[in-house]
């Protein structure tokens, strides 16, 4: 009996060790003589490829008097180069049947084609035109200012409850490099010269301030050759590359503010400082943050929106940065429901939290929702390619790929109750009440009218 238990117990073992080692991502990086840090991950599974470079340039890099830049680089570098026609960007990729896109945050700017795998030379092509040849003229810097100003008006002016990020990251990070969101001033745009905007090209978009990072069908050796071909001849950047040191105090106070909105129906977002991404009070933040709202059957959901109903809606997440972070919650008040007795509502979840450890079962669900979430990511080829590039800007191992999931595995019951105490407190937190314009108070004319008829 106990040689068929071991038997049993060895084979399972052998199982999922197998399993792991089927699910390692493979990789090799290395840097050329300009500074450009370069991945490569073959996966022969499908016949497409990603070409990504991620640029550590994001709104903290900014000058507090020109915020909006890494942002609007992100728009301006589609107009085209020396070498591509305005407009045709987008058009050569289209045409070979792929897909582009980029995005920026506050830490950096990320830019990505997806394509057959036949048409890898084209991606790194049209990425080394990016980095070489951009066209920095009046003439697109005018262009792409009218294109973010009508993306600001579409996602941030004209919506509901929009205007929660830039407050927030005025109170909690005011001071600091985070103070502005990456949408920055349009005023500070509109303000600034066209040799400001190709200084910012000159000093940022750089080979080694850059990842090319690789994923797909390829060849190793191959693409070497083709990276070569198209990046090794870039000159290094000499210019200083801003890195702004994070100088935040820690809160003493709450921070409250009554935002008068259009909308319908009240709402409360809560902002708490928390630590940056990669440290291990960061781990247990995430973990807390899917026991609070991860899914519907989540602590915040069950008792708010399900049991209480005094929410339609109630969530929470982690926004993790390279220096810092900030801990939101968030609820849309219910039909018939005060907004205070939402926040004290949500303030009971969260003493809940500090004043008792989690169950196990929790705990279990908890670790099965993480563990999903991680592998997840990992399951296009530009998603391997974006965190491959992620890991190594941010933490000098791209193959935390394959072990950042020990990391969430080290936490334990006592620290999600442990950082829910240390975070989670009033006085480090900012409070915004989202209340519809006509609940707020006309000012009190009478007596300026005595003195007009008088």
Same mark, same amino acid.
């Given at each position: ?30 840097? *050329?003589?300009? /500074? @450009? ?10 016949? &497409?490829?990603? !070409?990504? =470079? ?65 048409? *890898?030379?084209? /991606? @790194? ?10 066209? &920095?003229?009046? !003439?697109? =810097? ?69 990842? @090319? ?13 083709? !990276? ?71 602590? @915040? ?13 109630? !969530? ?139």
């Amino acid at each position: 009996m106990k040689r068929k238990l071991f038997l049993t117990f060895f084979l399972c073992f052998a199982l999922v060790f197998s399993m792991q080692a089927q699910n390692k991502i493979e990789f090799t990086e290395y840097d *050329l003589d300009n /500074g @450009l840090h370069v991945i490569l991950h073959q996966d022969k599974s499908t016949p &497409i490829v990603a !070409v990504t =470079v991620l640029y550590h340039v994001g709104a903290k890099n900014e000058d507090p008097t020109r915020t909006g830049f890494a942002h609007f680089f992100e728009h301006l570098l589609f107009e085209g180069s020396e070498n591509i026609g305005r407009g045709e960007y987008m058009k050569k990729i289209q045409s070979a049947g792929g897909a582009l896109n980029a995005n920026t945050t506050n830490d950096r700017t990320f830019y990505y084609e997806v394509l057959p795998s036949n048409q *890898l030379e084209l /991606g @790194l092509y049209m990425e080394s035109e990016r980095m070489l040849h951009a066209k &920095i003229d009046q !003439v697109g =810097v005018d262009t792409q200012r009218e294109v973010v100003k009508e993306e600001k008006r579409q996602r941030y002016d004209n919506q509901p409850y929009m205007s929660f990020q830039a407050k927030m990251f005025e109170n909690a990070f005011k001071g600091t490099n985070y103070e502005w969101s990456t949408i920055g001033s349009l005023e500070h745009l509109n303000e600034a010269t066209l040799d400001e905007f190709i200084e910012f090209y000159n000093t940022f978009y750089v080979p080694n301030n850059a990842t @090319l990072s690789i994923a797909g069908d390829i060849n190793i050796e191959e693409t070497k050759k083709l !990276v070569a071909k198209y990046f090794q001849e870039i000159p290094k950047g000499t210019k200083e590359i801003p890195r702004p040191t994070y100088t935040a105090k820690p809160a003493k106070k709450e921070v409250r503010e009554v935002v008068y909105d259009n909308i319908q129906l009240p709402a409360v977002f809560q902002g708490y400082n928390m630590p940056a991404q990669g440290t291990a009070d960061f781990y247990a933040m995430d973990m807390l943050n899917t026991l609070l709202s991860g899914g519907a059957s989540s602590r @915040l959901n069950k008792e708010l929106v399900d049991k209480q109903e005094k929410a339609l809606q109630v !969530v929470s997440f982690p926004f993790a940065m390279e220096d810092a972070g900030i801990f939101i919650t968030l609820g849309l008040v219910s039909v018939g429901t005060d907004v205070g007795e939402l926040e004290a509502a949500m303030d009971a979840e969260i003493e809940k939290v500090k004043n008792e450890l989690i169950t196990d079962t929790e705990f279990q669900k908890i670790q099965n929702q993480v563990e999903n979430k991680f592998v997840s990511s990992n399951a296009t080829v530009s998603g391997i390619a974006e965190s491959l590039a992620n890991y190594h800007v941010y933490f000098d191992d791209a193959n935390l790929i394959n072990n950042e999931i020990k990391r969430y595995n080290s936490v334990t019951k006592e620290d999600i109750k442990r950082v829910a105490n240390k975070y989670l407190t009033k006085e480090n937190r900012v409070v915004l009440q989202y209340l519809p314009k006509s609940a707020q108070k006309q000012p009190d004319n009478t007596d300026l009218n005595k003195e007009d008829k008088n």
